[in-house]
């Protein structure tokens, strides 16, 4: 049973450019939520998502940033006309729809803006 | 705001000792507390969760408290290892029922415990 599958691993995008995260949650999880991690900080919670479904988007800067689980496929985080403060590792955790327990995590995205 | 407080200094500890983490939380009153293990270029690992009616928890050699009037988490690392030493990170949570069980968690920054041989 593979665990939460993220990629790429690293991803080096211009200033400027699109970087699209991908993230496929653990079977049986229909439940997405998306960190962001800089160096010396941390996890900030950027959004949560069921299938079709933006439930918390709170944490996710109003513009550049979007993210989307549709019914078939990963949870896409995605962020246009990156800049060099985008730079950071980006995690995705899934977990099953009901109960209490702890959240599973993939290897994250580490985005770099050169 | 809500706050999470953990040893903001690294812990070194002899192999074999028992290593203390400290959890503290302000202007929150969580359900449940998680801890989690997370190693350097990886994601967190989920290790404990703990219920605000449970005063303590084990899992082989680790032991989570949970003292809601102090606001407080201990985690302890009994008879640690080297395999041990990675950065522990605590996570109250407290889910709303609202917006479809809203249950984003909210993080300490960790601690980085190193057992030494």
């Known amino acids: 049973n593979a665990g939460v599958m993220q990629n790429p691993r690293h991803l080096v995008r211009r200033r400027g450019q699109e970087a699209r995260l991908r993230c496929s949650p653990m079977k049986g999880h229909s439940h997405v939520y998306w960190y962001r991690q800089l160096p010396e900080e941390g996890l900030k919670f950027m959004v949560y998502?069921?299938?079709?479904?933006?439930?918390?988007e709170s944490g996710m800067p109003k513009e550049r940033f979007s993210a989307e689980f549709p019914k078939e496929g990963p949870s896409i985080l995605r962020i246009q006309q990156v800049v060099r403060g985008d730079s950071a590792a980006y995690f995705c955790?899934?977990?099953?729809?009901?109960?209490?327990?702890?959240?599973?995590f993939g290897s994250g995205t580490r985005l770099t803006v050169v | 705001s809500q706050k999470i407080e953990q040893n903001s200094e690294a812990l070194n500890i002899q192999e074999g000792k028992t290593a203390t983490l400290t959890c503290n939380y302000t202007n929150y009153s969580p359900a449940y507390l998680q801890w989690y293990r997370q190693d350097p270029g990886r994601g967190p690992v989920f290790l404990l969760l703990i219920r605000e009616n449970e005063k303590e928890k084990r899992k082989e050699r680790l032991k989570v408290t949970f003292d809601t009037t102090l606001k407080q988490s201990l985690f302890h690392i009994t008879a640690s290892q080297p395999a041990d030493s990675a950065t522990y990170l605590c996570?109250?949570?407290?889910?709303?029922?609202?917006?479809?069980?809203?249950?984003?968690?909210?993080w300490g920054l960790g601690t980085s415990l190193a057992v030494n041989p």
């Open positions: 996570a109250p949570l407290r889910p709303t029922y609202n917006a479809g069980n809203n249950r984003k968690l909210i």
């Open positions: 998502l069921q299938k079709e479904n933006i439930i918390d």
């Open positions: 955790a899934s977990s099953p729809p009901e109960g209490t327990w702890g959240y599973t």
